[in-house]
């Protein structure tokens, strides 16, 4: 039995204007698990936006997709890599090289890519 993959969103917002929203609404039209983790409250697609701050341990994601800019990123490295992901998708404005290669160090797919670009045409997978 196949298990099912997930998303974990870091950066999501209940803003409707911001990307990590707009990627949550999109993976949910797409049929996508996704897991909404930012540091405000509120819901998308009927999900609750779990705190960032908590630090909480997921099983089985299979991608992490950022939207926090690089400076907001370090406080969150460690958190990011134990959940080991298959993969982590840095958005525009997310590059992070150094991040870039410690996440490739421990054998993890690093993508600069747009995660609604790659829903959009298909080859979010």
Known sequence: MKTQK?????????????????????????GKSFIPVG??????????????NALKKYDDIDTVTLYLNPKNQSAYEDYILSMKPKRIIFNPGTENPKFMDRAQNEGIEVLEACTLVMLASNTYD
């Not at 950066?11 to 999109?26: D, E, H, Q, V, W």
């Open 39 to 52: 540091i405000k409250s509120g819901l998308i697609a009927g999900k609750k936006i779990e705190d960032l």
């Open 6 to 30: 997930h998303t974990l969103i870091l950066g999501a917002s209940p803003n409707p204007s911001r990307y990590g929203n707009i990627a949550a609404l999109k993976l949910h039209n797409a």
